[in-house]
């Protein structure tokens, strides 16, 4: 049983961060510093977009030599993507001299960037922050460095959990940041996770692309795909629980923990979408595969016209029905059934069975579930969403001014 506990990043064992303005930005917090005081094990995940930014180029690389890894630094305010030859030697750049200021191996560096696509860093002003970062460095930080890495966020994302194995304690702790350019499949944000748990590399890998796979490829704000995306692991063994092995009871446990986490901060990232005024949850049941019921959910949670439906408390149940007939799958229309926040709206053979005024009112709460039973099989999948609003528009509109 997994316990909601304060501290994100530096709630595991060995862990600190800190957060600080560097000046990439102009009055806010734009490095963020994540350093384990024992080299841990790491796994990543990474975006799907041939267009990839250097620090997904370069920390593929990092990765792939199998080393351990001793520090991650973010920065906000530039993405360092679509920057040729110039952004791969800022990157490595970035990497040695955040080794030289921590007195660590560049091999046990990773980096990672957000912001405006197509600018060099400023990387005077990027060591600076560096510099700051590595002198402010602590277990109280946690909060600073999620602030940090966040561009379009209203909020900064960071949970933490602890669980029991033999009387002793694993803490997982994690921190997130995206607000816009969110599709699935390798979900548009960065995610940093920590853990003290003993856990193998290729473990940790298996395991995070399971987990990825249940929660941050499960949510959806506006359908686009950036350069930058990478959900991070890095795992210390400081607990005093021997090490993780597949198919135990143990690794049961720390499974269902990670996955607890990162699917809290997805969701955190779907409450955050911008303009957003709605969690939507898009729950698919009754598909004859697990593909249908993901094609299905996926083309209601990504339909333009179902979030401005839910933003104007609509419920327009035509245009979640068209969407699921729309998305490829097999299935018998007149056997669909449809709920929203438990209320009854669409019974077989198209029978409305709701009144608008109870619609409105469940329409109105700021999370909404829309449930979809075709009736033609056993299996089900769920996404999270946001609404659409014309503040999306807005932010949009102006990122760059």
């Not at 199998?66 to 305010?77: E, T």
């Not at 669409?346 to 069975?353: C, D, I, Q, R, S």
Request: net charge neutral.
């Amino acid at each position: 049983m997994e316990i909601e506990i304060n501290g994100g990043v530096t709630a595991p064992n060995g862990f600190k961060a800190a957060g600080v303005h560097g000046g990439l930005k102009m009055n806010k917090k734009d490095v963020s510093l994540i350093f384990s005081e024992v080299p841990a094990v790491a796994a990543g995940v990474f975006t799907t977009n041939k267009v990839a930014a250097a620090p997904v180029i370069i920390d593929k690389e990092q990765l792939a030599k199998g080393n351990k890894i001793s520090a991650i630094v973010c920065n906000s305010g530039i993405a360092n993507a679509c920057t040729g030859e110039q952004g791969l030697k800022d990157g490595w750049d970035t990497i040695r001299f955040t080794a030289e200021q921590l007195n660590i191996g560049e091999d046990s560096v990773l980096i990672s960037s957000t912001g405006v696509i197509g600018k060099n860093l400023f990387m005077d002003r990027l060591m600076k922050g560096i510099s700051i970062a590595v002198k402010n460095l602590s277990k109280d930080n946690h909060t600073a460095a999620a602030e940090a890495i966040m561009t379009t966020d209203t909020f900064s994302k960071e949970y933490a959990v602890k669980f029991s194995i033999n009387d002793s304690e694993i803490i997982i702790g994690g921190m997130a940041k995206g607000s816009g350019m969110i599709k699935p499949n390798m979900a548009t944000m960065l995610a940093f996770i920590t853990t003290d748990a003993l856990i193998s590399k290729d473990l940790l890998q298996e395991s995070l692309k399971i987990v990825v796979n249940k929660t941050f490829n499960r949510i959806s704000v506006d359908n686009d795909t950036s350069t930058n995306d990478m959900v991070i692991v890095l795992a210390n063994g400081l607990s005093r629980v021997p090490e993780i092995k597949k198919d135990t009871e143990e690794y049961g446990l720390f499974l269902n923990a990670l996955e607890k986490v990162c699917k809290t901060l997805a969701k955190m990232i779907v409450k955050d979408g911008e303009g957003a005024t709605k969690l939507i949850e898009v729950n698919i049941k009754g598909a004859a595969t697990p593909e249908y019921a993901l094609k299905a959910a996926r083309a209601v949670a990504d339909s333009y016209l179902v979030k401005t439906a839910i933003h104007g408390a609509d419920a327009n149940w035509g245009r979640i029905i068209a969407a699921v007939g729309y998305s490829g799958i097999e299935f018998n229309p007149e056997k669909v059934t449809l709920k929203i926040s438990g209320l009854n709206i669409l019974e077989a053979g198209y029978k409305v069975v709701f009144s608008e005024k109870e619609a409105k009112e469940v329409l109105m709460k700021n999370e909404v579930k829309i449930e979809v039973n075709l009736h033609d099989g056993v299996y089900e999948e769920t996404i999270w969403t946001s609404d659409l609003s014309k503040e999306y528009i807005t932010i949009n509109a102006s990122y760059r001014s």
